[in-house]
């Protein structure tokens, strides 16, 4: 099962009983301000409000703007026609175009040698709507990571988390690594069940200084880098390690090492934990699906822009798409699948899926009802690997 991550400043609950296997519907854009629901229950949305809620997160959570540049990426079309692909699991087969619909899909691209292969919008969206990433954003700060090591801000991922956030000195996190809290495996213990209230997740406070005193008394239950433990508060900390680092918003990072740089077609809002505030690491840029397919080429690119310049270290990508000592589906805040793929997730159907392979992205923005089920994750990973897998028949014909 892939963990969903929170907002920093929300409460971990589990799904809405109410909520379970909802039919999103089509929303006129232009009734969105009638559906926008309140931002503490963000994970209890209707489908209306999560339709609506998705494409309008600054109008209910505060915002930092990532602004795009004047020179646009092009991405010429070559269509495909993908409706009929076969996507099977154990217990489900179906095709693309049911898969559109019976995963509440609110955008799905195809991006084939950097030619719009696919592209196809539902729920109301169209190419210029922004939509919410959720934890498809950590993999960028990932990225981002790896443009602070090459930039200098950073000397490598094998420095302690500590002497990028003194406050944990004389904690368990002396012992652990940048590389460490990026595979998930500090081994600082953490119960990250949404279910139990009495759980970490459920527990901690989300205000900065006060999570790291939380975390600064958490026990050690297992050496650095051996086991695999998915950390809400971990993801923030990676976050904030790196704004430490660069001395800088991650928004403004990004927009000026990649957005801009790369070519994306149209801003893009990051979600802060509070007003003024910083940006949580795992959560939560809000982009056009083309801007998302943008990214997935960057990652595909090895970090490269149009141009050539390096963004990332030589090998960062590979780097980080190395399965961990820990748990080999896991990389730098990256899940890893078959063949090289490797794709960023989001809970209730977010994506990014890179096959290197085959030269191919495919970006996914969705509103399924429920946040994170083994199914559809499954069926996830299935769609990505099976449109991949069509056009690896085709270079074989």
């Not at 999103?24 to 232009?30: C, E, I, R, S, T």
């Not at 990932?142 to 944990?168: F, K, N, T």
Request: some cysteine; aromatic content about 10%.
């Amino acid at each position: 099962m892939k963990p969903f991550l929170l907002f920093a400043f929300l409460m971990a609950v589990s799904c809405a009983a109410g909520n379970l296997h909802a039919q999103a519907p089509f929303v006129d854009p232009a009734n969105d301000t009638n559906n926008l629901g309140s931002p503490n229950e963000i994970l209890f949305w209707t489908p209306e409000q999560q339709v609506s809620g998705y494409r309008n997160i600054s109008k209910i959570f505060p915002t930092r703007t990532i602004l795009a540049g004047g020179a646009v990426l092009a991405l010429p079309e070559a269509p495909v026609d993908l409706g009929q692909v076969k996507i099977q699991t154990e217990s489900s087969s179906m095709t693309l175009d049911e898969y559109f619909v019976r995963q509440n899909v609110a955008g799905l691209l195809v991006l084939k040698d950097g030619k719009i292969a696919y592209e196809r919008y539902g729920l109301g969206n169209n190419r210029d709507s922004r939509w919410i990433s959720f934890s498809v954003t950590k993999s960028v700060v990932s990225m981002l990571v790896g443009a602070a090591i090459r930039d200098g801000y950073i000397e490598s991922v094998d420095e302690m988390v500590s002497d990028y956030l003194p406050r944990l000195k004389g904690s368990p996190y002396d012992e652990s690594t940048i590389r460490n809290i990026l595979q998930m495996a500090s081994g600082v213990a953490w119960n990250e069940d949404y279910a139990d209230p009495a759980s970490d997740v459920n527990s901690a406070s989300w205000q900065t200084v006060a999570l790291y005193d939380y975390l600064g008394r958490k026990p050690r239950d297992s050496a650095p880098g051996k086991v695999f433990n998915y950390n809400t508060a971990e993801t923030n900390l990676v976050g904030t390690l790196l704004r430490s680092a660069i001395g800088n918003n991650l928004s403004t990072y990004l927009q000026e090492k990649i957005w801009r740089p790369f070519g994306m077609e149209a801003d893009a809002v990051w979600t802060l934990t509070e007003p003024g505030g910083g940006e949580f690491g795992g959560c939560c840029i809000n982009a056009t699906l083309r801007d998302y397919g943008r990214l997935g080429l960057f990652a595909l690119n090895e970090g490269r822009l149009p141009d050539g310049t390096a963004v990332l270290p030589d090998g960062w990508m590979t780097e980080s798409t190395t399965p961990s000592a820990a748990y080999p589906g896991y990389g730098y805040l990256w899940w890893l699948g078959n063949a090289g793929s490797y794709q960023a997730s989001g809970i209730f159907g977010q994506g990014i899926c890179m096959h290197p392979e085959q030269n191919v992205v495919i970006a996914l923005q969705s509103a399924r009802a429920v946040a994170s089920e083994d199914e559809d994750w499954a069926l996830q990973d299935a769609l990505c690997d099976a449109v991949a897998e069509e056009f690896s028949e085709a270079l074989a014909d």
